[in-house]
Each structure stands twice: as structure tokens, then as C-alpha cells.
């Protein structure tokens, strides 16, 4: 089924050349791949050049501020609800963040379908786990993102505490959640034998991203153009490339531990389980209060780089501003 789309039209042409049949079999393939090549790069082209064209529309709100409307959630002061709030809003309506969300959601579902028609979906519930992985992977740079909106935070009192952990909480609702309740469906739909394994994968890599994500955000910011100056997706928002590929290897090392431990243990079923719970408890409370520190005694610093729009700062200075006396220590 997969080499009748087009990504699998190079792979017929391969095979009909190795089977001998013929020239037409390897070469209406490969021409057709060609031509529909071509096809894509001039709608590219043409809507690209369109694009350009238009002047920049400004950013409206989607319906009108209600004065006292909030979200409110359970376990929680209000203060972390109202941040909570903002962060789905700002999800939502910033482009960068926008483009961030759809990658994020769009990767995994599509493996679930590629998986899904071949012979390895028994393997469908590890699909979680990696929706977790790529939730965390954009979620890196969320700081640098506000841009110089960070002197709010900095000049509130009592603020940082509830900033980071509201920030937690709207990952958590947006990528966390709907990892775990993926990794449950996919489960019960295909009854796999790795489902427990798959779901405690999913927990784990959804605290661990839930936790590790704001700190990231803090000692690797990729700054760009300020939010406030940002109209479309297309505008430097800054390359998190670093860290993406820092936290990428401790959520993933995050999901697959529970399934390590209950190899190592040989204990019950649910051991994965009740490790990733253990996990999740120890990652979620020790890290909010780190990142809220480390955020206290190099705002400043971080703002003045938001200021000045130059991401080259962090790297010339990082010698003298990264924990050491006169600067972001």
C-alpha cells in the first residue's frame, strides 16, 4: 500500500529494475516522481512569491477579552491558572509556537499511520512515547519566544514560582495528557504485548519533558525577533536546534527506564508502571523550584539579551555570564 504514494514510487522503480521488468516499470515511476517534483516546487514557488507580496497582516484575537473570564484548575492557585491560561492562548496565536504545536502533533500521528498498515503495529503504542518526545523538543524555547515580555514577569512579585509551574501545567494539558491517552488507545486497539510498557514509557517521557522543558528554556535560549515584532511563521524566531537535541536524549532516556527497571527486577507486570509514577513524582517535584531559582538570578541577565536581539551574546560571553560572579550567576 505504501509504495503507491508517491514516497514509494522510487522503491517500485528499484525493485522492477532488479526483477527485470522491463523499461517501462522503472522509468514510468521515476518520471512520474520527476514531474510531480517539478509540480510541487512551481505551486511552491508561485504561492511562496504570493506570500511575499502581501504586506504582513497584524495578529487579531480570535474573540474578544472577557474581563474576569479564567481558566481554573483543580489543585491549583490562582495565580498558576491565570499563567495556565495564557500559555494555551499564546500557543494558539503566537506563529511561531503555532507552526511549533502542528509539528508536534502532526509527526506522531502520522507514524501511527505509516506504522499502522504494515506488520510492525504491534508497536503502535510506543507512538505515545514519542508524541511525548517531540512535545518536549518544541517546547524548549518558550522564554526566548516572549521575548522582551520577560520584564513583566521579572518586576511582578511572586511571580516566578507560579510562571514556571503554570508553563508545566499548559504543557502538560497540551502534549502530556494526550500522550499517555494515546498510548492507552493505541493499546486497547491493538492489544499489543508492549502496552504496559508503552503507557509507563508515555508517563515517564511526559514528566520528564513536563520538567526538564522550562529549564532548557532558561540555560539554552535561541533568541530571534521579539514577539511583539513577529507577524508570520516565516519570521526569525530564533534556532533551538541545541536544544532540541539536549533534551531530546533525556525524555527518550526517560521513557524507556520504567521498561529497563521491570526487565532488570523480573518483578510483576505493573513494575514499569509504578517506576514511571516514581519517576514522574521525583522529576515534578524537585525541578519547579530549580528552574524558578535559576529564572530569579538570570532574568536580568536573559532580558538584556532579549533586549539587544543578539543570540551571538550568549556565546561570546558565556564564559563570563554563565554561573560565574558579574553575570548570570
Request: with cysteine; glycine share 10%; charged share 10%.
Amino acid at each position: 500500500m505504501l509504495a503507491l504514494l508517491p514516497t514509494g514510487w522510487g522503491y517500485r522503480a528499484a525493485i522492477a529494475a532488479r526483477d527485470n521488468a522491463g523499461t517501462e516499470a522503472v522509468v514510468v515511476p521515476l518520471m512520474a516522481l520527476l514531474a510531480l517534483g517539478a509540480l510541487l516546487h512551481m505551486g511552491w514557488t508561485t504561492l511562496t512569491a504570493r506570500a511575499l507580496r502581501c504586506p504582513p497582516r497584524l495578529v487579531t484575537p480570535r474573540r474578544p477579552h472577557a474581563p474576569g473570564r479564567g481558566l481554573s484548575l483543580p489543585f491549583t492557585t490562582p495565580q498558576v491558572s491565570a499563567v495556565v491560561s495564557r500559555e494555551l492562548a499564546t500557543w494558539s496565536r503566537d506563529p511561531a509556537r503555532g507552526v511549533e504545536l502542528r509539528s508536534a502533533w502532526l509527526t506522531p500521528l502520522l507514524m501511527a499511520l505509516i506504522i499502522g498498515v504494515t506488520d510492525w503495529s504491534w508497536a503502535l503504542p510506543l507512538v505515545g512515547s514519542a508524541a511525548a518526545v517531540f512535545g518536549a523538543m518544541v517546547a524548549v524555547n518558550t522564554y526566548a519566544l516572549d521575548g522582551t515580555a520577560l520584564w513583566q514577569l521579572l518586576t511582578t512579585p511572586g511571580a516566578l514560582q507560579a510562571d514556571v509551574r503554570g508553563r508545566m501545567a499548559a504543557w502538560f494539558l497540551l502534549f502530556g495528557v494526550p500522550s499517555i491517552v494515546l498510548a492507552a488507545v493505541l493499546w486497547a486497539v491493538t492489544r499489543s504485548p508492549l502496552g504496559v510498557v508503552a503507557i509507563s514509557g508515555a508517563i515517564a517521557a511526559a514528566a520528564v519533558a513536563c520538567a526538564v522543558a522550562p529549564l532548557i528554556a532558561l540555560l539554552m535560549p535561541a533568541v530571534g525577533t521579539d514577539a511583539r515584532d513577529r507577524r508570520y511563521p516565516g519570521q526569525r524566531a530564533g534556532d533551538p536546534t541545541g536544544g532540541q537535541m539536549t533534551i531530546f536524549p533525556v525524555v527518550l532516556l526517560g521513557a524507556i527506564l520504567p521498561g529497563i527497571i521491570g526487565t532488570i527486577t523480573g518483578g510483576h507486570l505493573w513494575t514499569p508502571v509504578l517506576a514511571a509514577i516514581l519517576l514522574a513524582a521525583v522529576s515534578l517535584s524537585l525541578t519547579p523550584t530549580l528552574t524558578a531559582r535559576l529564572l530569579q538570578r538570570r532574568g536580568a541577565s536573559l532580558l538584556d539579551v532579549m533586549v539587544s536581539s543578539d543570540a551571538a551574546l550568549l556565546h561570546r560571553n558565556r564564559r563570563h555570564r554563565w554561573g560565574y560572579p558579574g553575570g548570570w550567576g
